[in-house]
């Protein structure tokens, strides 16, 4: 196993560019599911869930090959409907090609995913969207066992909170239903207004798109198309609060900036100059000489403060010069990241889903060995790591590597110290 080791302390200056969205390419990914025919996706990020992903595609009977960063997937040969426990325990999002394999095959059999470091994550809202179209849905021995005789049939759907998953899937599924489904409560984030650009371009109509409410009229069939995955959100969050932090001038390119509205704000009031243009972010900060105000957040669905960029704004409020609430309303148990940060000398306390963070007051952090728990929670472990005076080393890295491409390639050409060793 490897483990990330940083030598912090060292300000980030340059330019970084951003990849593909990890939550849009997944979704996009399995949209090709529904239509025979070479899918063309550009700027699909190299990583290991878009990697487990294309495997589920391939035990599906779908073949795919990678150019850079574009993929052509032929989904002309799907002929199984079942994904295993041995993919869906590595990584959730599998569950997404539930609607795909439903509309097309009138079938499907997925592992149910299990709980999660972050929370329990049922899948109860997916199950009882597809009851609405007609599905019939089994739980037995660990499987959702899911058909459907003829097609799905269009329905009311009405999510009791807003699920993106839960949204994508039902797209997905409506597609190619009989008549018109409504989806009331709708998750809104950018990655599904992506999901439906790319549903619409294969001959899908959907309408409410970036609204709580979506339209779908179904379509007998859809037809391969190309389309492009939408910058990361989460990755840019995560070097710009990197920057805030660890201080310096840097430049995250090739971002939609007007998909991070909240955390703009957010750094604003903790004192960091964030400069927007259309593509880019600039954030200029002194680190902890600056000094950076306390600011809460509370976790919300978009266009709310992201569940997502929680831990990493938590890293850098640690050295902050006052006292701030961050708390967690989507996922838990998704503070996995405290009694590590704790370990580098933060003054945090936890009640619950909230979690109160004392900030150093013009001190730092100290490197330290601690562990990576999950993905978001490793970021945050990454930025306290630049922040810290001296070594932090963070095992368990295959976190890091389901969402964040060349995360090594990128901090080393802002100038941070840091590399990968063998544990
Ligand atoms: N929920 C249910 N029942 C359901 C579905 C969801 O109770 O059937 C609950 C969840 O337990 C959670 C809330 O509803 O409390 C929202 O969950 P949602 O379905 O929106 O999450 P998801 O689709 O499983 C996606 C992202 C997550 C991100 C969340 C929230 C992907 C592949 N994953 O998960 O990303 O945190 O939305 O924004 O899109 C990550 O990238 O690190 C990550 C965890």
Redesign the pocket.
């Known amino acids: 196993m490897e483990k990330l080791v940083i030598e912090g302390g060292k300000p980030l200056h340059g330019r970084v560019k951003i990849s593909g969205a ?3 390419a ?2 996009l990914i399995a949209a090709s599911l529904l239509a025979p025919g070479i899918h063309v996706l550009h700027n699909v990020p190299d990583l290991r ?1 878009t990697r487990t992903i294309l495997t589920l595609l391939e035990s599906l009977g779908l073949s795919w090959e990678r150019d850079g960063s574009t993929l052509r997937i032929d989904g002309s040969g799907l002929k199984y409907s079942e994904a295993s426990y041995d993919l869906v325990k590595t990584m ?2 599998s569950v ?1 090609v539930l609607g795909p394999l439903l509309a097309r095959l009138g079938k499907a059999k997925v592992s149910l995913p299990g709980g999660c470091a ?11 969207g597809l009851e609405q179209m007609g599905v019939q849905c089994d739980l037995e021995q660990g499987y959702v066992d899911a058909s459907i005789a003829g097609r799905l049939q269009g329905g009311r759907i009405y999510f ?9 899937n039902l797209l997905m599924a409506a597609a190619l239903a009989e008549g018109l489904t409504i989806i009331k409560n709708a ?1 809104r ?1 950018p ?1 599904i207004g992506n999901l439906i650009d790319m549903l619409n371009s294969m001959g899908a109509k959907i309408k409410g798109k970036d609204s709580d409410r979506l339209e779908i009229m179904g379509v007998e069939k859809l037809t391969a198309a190309e389309n492009r995955i939408i910058p990361d959100r ?1 990755e840019a969050g995560t070097y710009a609060i990197a920057v805030a932090a660890a201080g310096g001038d840097a430049i995250i390119e090739d971002c939609e900036p007007h998909h991070l509205p909240s955390l703009v704000e957010k750094l604003q009031m903790a004192g960091i100059d964030v400069e927007i243009g259309d593509t880019f972010l600039r954030i200029r900060s002194k680190g902890i000489q600056q000094p950076i105000k306390a600011v809460d957040v509370t976790t919300m ?2 266009p709310g403060y ?3 960029l929680q831990a990493q704004f938590m890293a850098l409020m640690t050295c902050s010069e006052g006292v701030c609430v961050v708390h967690e309303t ?3 148990n998704r503070f996995m990241h405290v009694a590590e940060l704790q370990r580098m000398g933060a003054s945090i306390q936890i009640d619950g889903r909230t979690a109160m963070v004392k900030g150093l007051v013009g001190k730092t952090l100290t490197g330290a060995p601690v562990m990576a728990t ?3 929670a490793s970021s945050s472990l990454v930025i306290a790591g630049l922040v810290a005076n001296g070594r932090t080393d963070i095992s368990r890295i295959y976190h890091l590597e ?2 964040y491409e060349d995360i090594v390639g990128k901090l080393s050409g802002l100038g941070a110290v840091v590399w990968k060793e063998n544990e």
């Open positions: 990890k939550n849009a997944l979704p869930d959730r999002a997404l972050i929370g329990a994550r049922p899948i109860n809202f997916h199950l009882k009791d909170v807003p699920s993106v998953g839960g949204t994508e998750a984030e990655e989460i669905p978009y992201p569940t997502d989507i996922f838990e999950d993905l978001r389901r969402g």
